[in-house]
């Protein structure tokens, strides 16, 4: 190896390689002007091929949700071709021996026989359900990630919208799927699902007749739910996924605040060939796990349910996990919340954790963007994310609700809690009652305690630097720890973020001229800024930094004095 | 707070949008309000764009892991057509398992994994790292784009007449209203006969005809009927109605399928029957009424849950209580069934039960309300 | 293999290394155990030698008569069958209060002992005998026909692979795994502790058989998708993708992102 060869640069390397300049000249060249003049791509194309992403783990949980999602669109046209949905009775035939000669539906049948005699059918079942599963709880997390780093607020709010929307559907669409194979629990999945569909007010036993084309369980629900499952909603998942997808590149990607990022410009890698090799190399990634998943971990052992039947049950009946947080809602609601007025009965002890749960928890999520930006009055357009402990009351509210979901998902497995913790079901069923109330609100305090203290941390940081590690004794013999200044990269992290003020309530003088309605809107909204923004720390300026190392010039820092004053002006003389 | 200082005052640039980066300068002794954004850091470089050595090493790497990739697509396809479907193997943290699903997924996720690795560590160590800046432009279009859609709208309205025709305005309104309302009706009036969805819902196949004889409890599944004798203190049985084996053969001599309707029959037929100590049922209106419709202390329930329809399978034959695995529901046997926790509200209607000539338990009428989940119309 | 060696924390590895290890040390102990002796000829020195143990052991709760105390209940007519039920699974003598006498897989009597006990227990007063002959082991059952009747006279407390299910106030349907056919027999014939009666008129011999040839059969198939994760339906599916699914893809995610050295 020659020393001229070991001093040239990437760039001198690429250089080596022949580059293509022009389309004329190649075959490929040739095909693509063939396109380009029947569709005009060409501008397009060159347009896309350079659109940058940035880097961070956190954006590529969206990505594990398509890539699922893409993964059960594949696997699920490989099922449809054996899956029968019929719930016409017929004995069993196939392989699997316990089930020899039992009467069950052909949709049970012909799961058994994906199951146990097509060749590899196990497999993409399980890729299938799995990849489901994968699917569902990667849109949960790309939520919680969206919404605590604030990537909701204009442009994107409509985007949030649609997502909330996907995020319902994915639960229906999961929910279907899980109900096809016709096994004893999904099939008592439906039982209960009929019972909901009955607690409505007025047209409850109409629209179960409509749905079921009759008395439950008829022979109607299961290739109703087939077409539901396998046409119409995947046909909104990906119509609304695809217009998800475009408004992304309208708005381009958000970016966390950083040395050179700016609110106008997104800084990463491009499409080609950075990102097409990341992004498509993740898609393999993503469904090679979910392989390995399946190759080595049973989900929905169908065959030891059994067929459905109405009479028998299993303990310890779940929905999916994904369905889980109604499910324990159900478990959590008391049975007087049901209650007969006007001659009626009103099931509210069903319609309302089954059946209203849903649509009010993702309406809640939907509208969270108008409300805060009517909070904070801010009509800019943010491109910049919020570190989510530059945020605290939004940190806390998101945690606070995610944590009233995980509550209620938790809720769903309080018998396999007494059983694995050996504690009394009703003991478990009465605490979830109570943490259903207690914990949102202890996860909001604490959430919002801890981004205060971390924000605090930061311009500690900032302003006496990190911690060397390196211990020094000054002449009159006492020992300080050497802290060292932050470069100006990683100092602009830290402190490149807002910290608003509450508004201020309008002077008497001039709520004198607005109506009483107005003035009194006014003060609920400045009774909002305050639940907001109270309570926050503002990042450090210029002018503290410069204060700070004035100081620190003439003292040195006692060691341990980790816990700093929101203030810098009390810092210890 | 000392001073109120943001970092952002820049909000009234015309485009709307804001940059943390400008801050505006206010007095403390020529110091910004905010720190400038330093500009990107300087571009660090990779082990393998400085060493050829490096980059060599980074393309095998890469190339291994495309060859991986290509063995395992060969070891997925030697699996499927070399592995007998029923050969097991043992696995440790899996146990028993089936060979063919652990080859076939392994071997694919190998295939699939040595791509998605291959190809990222491509782009990780090969392809240029210096980061890209884009700009970006407000979202909102300009105003004279806008004002060119309000015109092509009011000039579309105006070459339309639409001001002008208030009748076509009106007619294609309502038509373009009205025009979704046979679709619907085709669905919702097709999907199923809802007619007599509330005289469904109140019968079951125990209810007896007018002059009609009692029917038999008989064993689930295997349709056998059940003496009184037969059942001793602590039992329970899981019960249907004779009829369903009417049904059955009448389905076989009508010519249908013979499971016709046979599940929607169980799914409100379904009966838990046990015996008590009478002396067990609490001494109150509750308990008597509950041993009174009953036959020497046993007792027949319909299993379906009054909550949302599951079974309520679960006897406990010391305290007496029924459970339903879905959402926990209690219920008190020896207090007719009454809601002792969970989110069930009304007991679990009871059968009234006797015993025929031959000493087989009968139910001499059907339930006396309509069994199963709560609905509207359940007390009409 | 790291995903592999990353499951070995899970809950459910340590279920599987326990059923695992029952499988084992039941197989082990069905070869090297000797065959009991015909159990059902009780003589008198049986029954003398019973009174005694019963005397010494039990007697404390149960009453000096078996006629039952505050602690313990009588076992007027419980059976042989319940004797060795309750002392063969190491269920009685019960160590201290609870709500439910666990199962103990280290017996503390040996078969004579606990069929002397039985045989005194069995003349106080009529009860179920000890069952014998080839129903208890599943012999000759129909398995698809003792699936159905599992499904829906066990299931619903055993879980649909006997995994076990929770009951009222901490009470609990145990596993069924690795219970030897002969307790599975007794059990239903005695309906122990919260259990119901399964007597012969409700489900008779040959569908007792049944659902134990059922139960044998299941057990002993491969967890033909992989690892089961304990039997335990969706829950144990949403925690598993939750923890070990969403960490490896963010793991990948985040080798994604990181910059090369």
Redesign the interface.
Not at chain 1, 538 to 550: D, F, I, K, N, W
Not at chain 3, 70 to 97: C, E, H, I, N, W
């Given at each position: 190896m020659s020393t001229t060869a070991s001093a040239r640069t990437a760039a001198d390397l690429r250089a080596d390689d022949a580059k293509v300049t022009s389309a004329t000249g190649s075959k490929a060249g040739a095909a693509a002007i063939w396109v380009d003049e029947r569709t005009g791509i060409a501008k397009g194309a060159a347009y896309m091929m350079k659109k940058v992403f940035p880097d961070h783990w956190s954006f590529m949980l969206g990505e594990v949700a398509m890539y699922s999602m893409i993964i059960c669109l594949l696997t699920g046209v490989f099922l449809s071709f054996w899956f029968v949905p019929s719930a016409g009775q017929i004995p069993y035939n196939g392989s699997y021996v316990p089930l020899q000669g039992v009467i069950m539906s052909e949709a049970y049948s012909s799961t058994l026989g994906i199951s146990f005699d097509v060749r590899g059918g196990l497999l993409i079942r399980q890729i299938h359900h799995w990849a489901a599963l994968m699917f569902c709880v990667a849109i949960t997390v790309h939520m919680l990630r969206v919404f605590l780093t604030g990537a909701f607020r204009k442009p994107r709010e409509l985007n949030w919208v649609i997502g909330s929307i996907l995020s319902m559907l994915a639960i229906v669409e999961g929910f279907a799927g899980y109900s096809l194979p016709d096994d004893l629990l999904s099939g008592t999945g439906i039982r209960a699902a009929e019972g909901f569909i009955r607690s409505i007010p007025l047209v409850g036993s109409y629209i179960s007749y409509l749905l079921f084309g009759g008395t439950f369980p008829g022979e109607a629900i299961i290739p109703r739910l087939y077409s539901v499952h396998v046409l119409l909603l995947p046909a909104v998942l990906i119509g609304l996924f695809t217009a998800h997808i475009v408004l992304v590149m309208v708005h381009k990607h958000t970016q966390f605040p950083g040395p050179g990022r700016t609110n106008e410009n997104v800084v990463g890698f491009p499409l080609m060939p950075v990102y097409t090799a990341k992004a498509g190399g993740f898609f393999f990634m993503v469904f090679g796990v979910l392989a390995l998943i399946s190759a080595l971990v049973t989900i929905n052992p169908i065959w030891a349910y059994g067929p459905y039947d109405p009479s028998p049950v299993t303990a310890g009946s779940q929905p999916d996990w994904y369905m889980g947080f109604a499910d324990g809602a159900l478990r959590l609601l008391p049975g007087f919340l049901e209650f007969e007025l006007f001659g009626f009965t009103w099931s509210m002890n069903v319609f309302l954790g089954a059946v209203a749960l849903i649509p009010l928890m993702y309406t809640a999520a939907g509208v969270y963007p108008w409300i805060e930006a009517w909070v904070t009055g801010d009509k800019r357009e943010h491109h910049l994310l919020d570190r989510p402990r530059n945020a605290p009351t939004r940190t806390a509210i998101g945690m606070a609700a995610f944590s009233f979901y995980v509550v209620l998902m938790f809720a769903a497995g309080n018998d396999i809690m007494a059983i694995r913790l050996q504690l009394s079901i009703n003991d478990v069923t009465n605490l979830f009652r109570l943490l259903v109330f207690v914990v949102p609100v202890i996860v909001f305090w604490v959430t919002r305690r801890i981004c205060l203290s971390l924000q605090r941390h930061d311009r500690e940081k900032v302003l006496h630097g990190r911690e060397s590690g390196t211990i020094v004794r000054t002449a009159e013999g006492k020992f300080f720890e050497r802290h060292e200044d932050l470069d100006e990269f990683d100092r602009y992290k830290l402190v490149a973020f807002e910290s608003p003020a509450p508004l201020a309530l309008p002077s008497a003088t001039d709520l004198n001229g607005v109506s009483s309605k107005d003035a009194k809107k006014a003060r609920r909204r400045v009774a909002w800024s305050n639940f907001f923004f109270k309570t926050r720390v503002e990042p450090v300026t210029p002018a503290e930094l410069a204060a700070a190392h004035h100081h620190g010039e003439h003292e040195a820092i006692p060691g341990g004095s980790g816990h700093a004053a929101i203030k810098h002006d009390k810092h210890p003389h | 707070?000392?001073d109120?200082?943001?970092?952002?005052s820049g909000?009234a640039s015309g485009?709307?949008?804001?940059?943390?980066?400008e801050g505006h300068h206010v007095g403390?002794?020529g110091?910004?309000?905010?720190?400038e954004?330093?500009?990107?850091?300087p571009h660090?470089?990779?082990?393998?764009?400085?060493?050829?050595?490096a980059?060599k090493r980074?393309e095998r790497q890469v190339a291994v892991l495309f060859t991986l990739s290509i063995l395992g697509t060969l070891g997925f396809i030697v699996s499927?057509f070399a592995i007998d479907?029923t050969t097991?193997v043992f696995?440790?943290?899996?146990?028993?398992?089936?060979l063919?699903?652990?080859?076939?997924?392994?071997t694919?996720?190998?295939?699939?994994?040595?791509?998605?690795?291959?190809?990222?560590h491509?782009?990780?160590?090969l392809?240029?790292?210096e980061?890209?800046?884009?700009?970006?432009h407000?979202?909102r279009s300009s105003d004279e784009s806008r004002d060119k859609v309000v015109a092509a709208l009011a000039d579309g309205a105006e070459s339309a007449q639409l001001a002008r025709r208030p009748l076509i305005k009106a007619t294609a309104g309502a038509a373009l209203g009205l025009f979704a309302i046979p679709l619907g009706v085709q669905l919702?009036g097709s999907?199923?006969?809802?007619t007599k969805?509330?005289e469904?819902?109140k019968q079951t196949i125990w209810d007896v005809k007018a002059g009609g004889k009692p029917i038999r409890l008989v064993?689930?599944?295997?349709l056998t009927p059940i003496?009184a004798?037969?059942?001793?203190?602590?039992?329970?049985?899981?019960v249907?109605p004779e009829t369903l084996k009417e049904l059955r053969e009448h389905n076989v001599k009508a010519g249908h399928?013979?499971?016709h309707g046979?599940?929607?029959a169980?799914?409100?037929a379904?009966v838990l029957l046990?015996r008590l100590n009478p002396s067990e049922f609490k001494d109150d209106a509750l308990g008597r009424k509950a041993r009174d419709w009953g036959f020497q202390g046993i007792v027949a329930y319909s299993?379906?849950c009054t909550?949302?329809?599951?079974?309520v399978?679960?006897?406990?034959?010391?305290?007496h209580?029924l459970?339903c695995?879905?959402?926990?529901?209690?219920f008190d046997v020896t207090r007719d069934c009454e809601?002792i926790?969970?989110?069930?509200?009304?007991p679990l209607p009871q059968l009234k039960i006797t015993v025929d000539d031959e000493g087989y338990l009968v139910a001499p009428q059907g339930f006396a309300e309509p069994v199963?989940?709560?609905?509207?119309?359940?007390?009409? | 293999m790291n995903a592999l060696a990353a499951r070995r924390r899970h809950p459910a590895a340590i279920a599987i290394l326990l059923f695992l290890g029952l499988a084992l040390v039941g197989t082990a102990y069905s070869l090297l155990a000797p065959k009991s002796a015909q159990a059902a000829v009780s003589t008198a020195d049986d029954v003398a030698l019973g009174k005694q143990l019963f005397l010494a052991n039990c007697a404390t709760c149960h009453g000096l008569n078996a006629e039952g105390t505050k602690s313990g209940p009588t076992l007027m007519g419980v059976g042989a069958a319940s004797v060795d039920f309750q002392m063969g699974t190491g269920r009685m003598p019960l160590a201290g209060p609870n709500v439910q006498a666990p199962r103990i897989d280290k017996v503390k009597y040996t078969e004579e002992e606990i069929a002397a006990i039985a045989a005194y227990v069995a003349s106080l007063a009529p009860g179920p005998a000890i069952p014998e002959g080839k129903e208890t082991t599943g012999e000759g059952g129909n398995v698809a026909l003792g699936g159905e009747i599992y499904r829906v006279n066990c299931a619903m407390c055993h879980n649909f692979a006997g995994s076990g299910g929770a009951l009222t106030r901490g009470k609990y349907a145990p596993s069924l795994y690795g219970v030897e056919g002969k307790y599975i027999y007794e059990a239903m014939l005695t309906g122990p502790q919260s259990m119901p009666v399964f007597n012969d008129t409700n489900l008779t011999p040959e569908a007792k058989a049944s659902v134990i040839a059922y139960l044998k059969m299941t057990q002993s198939e491969p967890n033909v998708g992989g690892m089961n994760l304990g039997n335990l339906g969706p829950v144990s599916e949403g925690m598993f993708i939750w923890i070990f699914g969403l960490l490896l893809m963010i793991a990948c995610a985040f080798w994604l992102g990181q910059k090369a050295a």
């Amino acid at each position: 190896m020659s020393t001229t060869a070991s001093a040239r640069t990437a760039a001198d390397l690429r250089a080596d390689d022949a580059k293509v300049t022009s389309a004329t000249g190649s075959k490929a060249g040739a095909a693509a002007i063939w396109v380009d003049e029947r569709t005009g791509i060409a501008k397009g194309a060159a347009y896309m091929m350079k659109k940058v992403f940035p880097d961070h783990w956190s954006f590529m949980l969206g990505e594990v949700a398509m890539y699922s999602m893409i993964i059960c669109l594949l696997t699920g046209v490989f099922l449809s071709f054996w899956f029968v949905p019929s719930a016409g009775q017929i004995p069993y035939n196939g392989s699997y021996v316990p089930l020899q000669g039992v009467i069950m539906s052909e949709a049970y049948s012909s799961t058994l026989g994906i199951s146990f005699d097509v060749r590899g059918g196990l497999l993409i079942r399980q890729i299938h359900h799995w990849a489901a599963l994968m699917f569902c709880v990667a849109i949960t997390v790309h939520m919680l990630r969206v919404f605590l780093t604030g990537a909701f607020r204009k442009p994107r709010e409509l985007n949030w919208v649609i997502g909330s929307i996907l995020s319902m559907l994915a639960i229906v669409e999961g929910f279907a799927g899980y109900s096809l194979p016709d096994d004893l629990l999904s099939g008592t999945g439906i039982r209960a699902a009929e019972g909901f569909i009955r607690s409505i007010p007025l047209v409850g036993s109409y629209i179960s007749y409509l749905l079921f084309g009759g008395t439950f369980p008829g022979e109607a629900i299961i290739p109703r739910l087939y077409s539901v499952h396998v046409l119409l909603l995947p046909a909104v998942l990906i119509g609304l996924f695809t217009a998800h997808i475009v408004l992304v590149m309208v708005h381009k990607h958000t970016q966390f605040p950083g040395p050179g990022r700016t609110n106008e410009n997104v800084v990463g890698f491009p499409l080609m060939p950075v990102y097409t090799a990341k992004a498509g190399g993740f898609f393999f990634m993503v469904f090679g796990v979910l392989a390995l998943i399946s190759a080595l971990v049973t989900i929905n052992p169908i065959w030891a349910y059994g067929p459905y039947d109405p009479s028998p049950v299993t303990a310890g009946s779940q929905p999916d996990w994904y369905m889980g947080f109604a499910d324990g809602a159900l478990r959590l609601l008391p049975g007087f919340l049901e209650f007969e007025l006007f001659g009626f009965t009103w099931s509210m002890n069903v319609f309302l954790g089954a059946v209203a749960l849903i649509p009010l928890m993702y309406t809640a999520a939907g509208v969270y963007p108008w409300i805060e930006a009517w909070v904070t009055g801010d009509k800019r357009e943010h491109h910049l994310l919020d570190r989510p402990r530059n945020a605290p009351t939004r940190t806390a509210i998101g945690m606070a609700a995610f944590s009233f979901y995980v509550v209620l998902m938790f809720a769903a497995g309080n018998d396999i809690m007494a059983i694995r913790l050996q504690l009394s079901i009703n003991d478990v069923t009465n605490l979830f009652r109570l943490l259903v109330f207690v914990v949102p609100v202890i996860v909001f305090w604490v959430t919002r305690r801890i981004c205060l203290s971390l924000q605090r941390h930061d311009r500690e940081k900032v302003l006496h630097g990190r911690e060397s590690g390196t211990i020094v004794r000054t002449a009159e013999g006492k020992f300080f720890e050497r802290h060292e200044d932050l470069d100006e990269f990683d100092r602009y992290k830290l402190v490149a973020f807002e910290s608003p003020a509450p508004l201020a309530l309008p002077s008497a003088t001039d709520l004198n001229g607005v109506s009483s309605k107005d003035a009194k809107k006014a003060r609920r909204r400045v009774a909002w800024s305050n639940f907001f923004f109270k309570t926050r720390v503002e990042p450090v300026t210029p002018a503290e930094l410069a204060a700070a190392h004035h100081h620190g010039e003439h003292e040195a820092i006692p060691g341990g004095s980790g816990h700093a004053a929101i203030k810098h002006d009390k810092h210890p003389h | 707070m000392s001073d109120q200082v943001t970092p952002t005052s820049g909000s009234a640039s015309g485009a709307g949008t804001v940059s943390l980066d400008e801050g505006h300068h206010v007095g403390t002794g020529g110091l910004p309000a905010v720190f400038e954004n330093p500009g990107l850091p300087p571009h660090v470089h990779r082990a393998a764009d400085d060493d050829p050595k490096a980059a060599k090493r980074a393309e095998r790497q890469v190339a291994v892991l495309f060859t991986l990739s290509i063995l395992g697509t060969l070891g997925f396809i030697v699996s499927y057509f070399a592995i007998d479907r029923t050969t097991s193997v043992f696995l440790p943290f899996v146990g028993l398992t089936n060979l063919l699903n652990v080859m076939l997924g392994v071997t694919l996720g190998i295939s699939l994994l040595g791509i998605g690795f291959g190809a990222v560590h491509w782009a990780k160590t090969l392809m240029s790292d210096e980061e890209v800046v884009e700009e970006r432009h407000a979202i909102r279009s300009s105003d004279e784009s806008r004002d060119k859609v309000v015109a092509a709208l009011a000039d579309g309205a105006e070459s339309a007449q639409l001001a002008r025709r208030p009748l076509i305005k009106a007619t294609a309104g309502a038509a373009l209203g009205l025009f979704a309302i046979p679709l619907g009706v085709q669905l919702a009036g097709s999907m199923g006969n809802p007619t007599k969805a509330l005289e469904e819902l109140k019968q079951t196949i125990w209810d007896v005809k007018a002059g009609g004889k009692p029917i038999r409890l008989v064993r689930d599944p295997e349709l056998t009927p059940i003496k009184a004798s037969d059942v001793t203190i602590g039992s329970v049985f899981h019960v249907m109605p004779e009829t369903l084996k009417e049904l059955r053969e009448h389905n076989v001599k009508a010519g249908h399928s013979e499971w016709h309707g046979v599940l929607e029959a169980k799914a409100k037929a379904a009966v838990l029957l046990m015996r008590l100590n009478p002396s067990e049922f609490k001494d109150d209106a509750l308990g008597r009424k509950a041993r009174d419709w009953g036959f020497q202390g046993i007792v027949a329930y319909s299993k379906i849950c009054t909550h949302v329809g599951c079974p309520v399978g679960l006897y406990e034959q010391q305290t007496h209580h029924l459970l339903c695995p879905c959402h926990q529901s209690t219920f008190d046997v020896t207090r007719d069934c009454e809601v002792i926790f969970g989110p069930a509200k009304r007991p679990l209607p009871q059968l009234k039960i006797t015993v025929d000539d031959e000493g087989y338990l009968v139910a001499p009428q059907g339930f006396a309300e309509p069994v199963g989940p709560s609905y509207w119309e359940r007390l009409k | 293999m790291n995903a592999l060696a990353a499951r070995r924390r899970h809950p459910a590895a340590i279920a599987i290394l326990l059923f695992l290890g029952l499988a084992l040390v039941g197989t082990a102990y069905s070869l090297l155990a000797p065959k009991s002796a015909q159990a059902a000829v009780s003589t008198a020195d049986d029954v003398a030698l019973g009174k005694q143990l019963f005397l010494a052991n039990c007697a404390t709760c149960h009453g000096l008569n078996a006629e039952g105390t505050k602690s313990g209940p009588t076992l007027m007519g419980v059976g042989a069958a319940s004797v060795d039920f309750q002392m063969g699974t190491g269920r009685m003598p019960l160590a201290g209060p609870n709500v439910q006498a666990p199962r103990i897989d280290k017996v503390k009597y040996t078969e004579e002992e606990i069929a002397a006990i039985a045989a005194y227990v069995a003349s106080l007063a009529p009860g179920p005998a000890i069952p014998e002959g080839k129903e208890t082991t599943g012999e000759g059952g129909n398995v698809a026909l003792g699936g159905e009747i599992y499904r829906v006279n066990c299931a619903m407390c055993h879980n649909f692979a006997g995994s076990g299910g929770a009951l009222t106030r901490g009470k609990y349907a145990p596993s069924l795994y690795g219970v030897e056919g002969k307790y599975i027999y007794e059990a239903m014939l005695t309906g122990p502790q919260s259990m119901p009666v399964f007597n012969d008129t409700n489900l008779t011999p040959e569908a007792k058989a049944s659902v134990i040839a059922y139960l044998k059969m299941t057990q002993s198939e491969p967890n033909v998708g992989g690892m089961n994760l304990g039997n335990l339906g969706p829950v144990s599916e949403g925690m598993f993708i939750w923890i070990f699914g969403l960490l490896l893809m963010i793991a990948c995610a985040f080798w994604l992102g990181q910059k090369a050295a």
